[in-house]
């Protein structure tokens, strides 16, 4: 597929060729007529990758060359849930993490893979959605300042740090919890946990009757408390705005 937009090589000219390496040995091993499938190995180890940023950019082409309406689709989510079986929310990721790498990191397009790493997509998102995060009336997310993009910049796409890691980092900054929630959520994984273990403990043969009628009354108390707690707790972690 050709993925040369507009004439001026905006996807095709940003990408860089698969890692030298790789490719030299490829291409040693055809010539030398070698095993099949090491050269398929090697074929598909080029190819993976870069796998999702060659695919976010294809994404991208079809999206702005409107290939789709030749292919019999309405728009470009159509195409990629029929044809391609990708989800809506999968293809905006990649086209969002593709538009993130032209404009802030364009030097990741020139990577292979292989001798330099490709952040995930995950890592890509996160860093946009750090750029211009969602509005939340609940609880308002401060803008983060340019040292912290700078840090996380450097996190993403120079460590290649993974989502995980980058949530442990940076969440306490970008998405700071309100004062409260932590407790919050102790208070409501602690009512669902005891649900759960009070539909359990009636489905063990070897538990007296006694015992279980004794743990199924406690537990119903806690849930009970818990349920007055829950909603007292969350209303003061995230206040309702009165609207004046």
Not at 114 to 124: G, L, R
């Amino acid at each position: 597929m050709p993925v040369d937009s507009d004439g001026g090589g905006r996807y095709t000219g940003a990408m860089a060729t698969v890692n030298e390496k790789l490719g030299a040995l490829a291409e040693s091993l055809a010539k030398k007529g070698d095993d099949g499938q090491r050269l398929e190995l090697v074929q598909r180890a080029r190819r993976f990758k870069r796998s999702w940023v060659e695919m976010a950019e294809a994404l991208s082409w079809v999206r702005d060359t409107r290939s789709y309406e030749r292919w019999g689709y309405a728009d470009l989510h159509a195409y990629c849930q029929e044809e391609l079986q990708i989800r809506g929310s999968t293809v905006d990721k990649l086209t969002g993490g593709f538009a993130t790498l032209q404009q802030h990191a364009p030097q990741v397009l020139n990577r292979d893979g292989v001798a330099q790493s490709i952040p995930t997509v995950d890592a890509v998102d996160y860093f946009a959605q750090a750029l211009s995060p969602s509005p939340n009336a609940k609880h308002p997310v401060p803008e983060p300042t340019e040292d912290v993009i700078q840090d996380l910049k450097s996190a993403v796409f120079d460590d290649n740090k993974p989502i995980a890691v980058l949530r442990r980092e940076f969440n306490p900054v970008l998405r700071p919890k309100p004062d409260g929630a932590d407790e919050l959520e102790r208070m409501e994984k602690a009512s669902a946990a005891a649900q759960r273990l009070s539909s359990l403990v009636g489905k063990i043969d070897d538990l007296s009757p006694e015992v279980v009628a004794k743990v199924e009354r406690t537990l119903a108390k806690l849930v009970a408390e818990l349920d007055e707690l829950v909603p007292v707790a969350r209303d003061r972690v995230y206040p309702t705005q009165i609207a004046s």
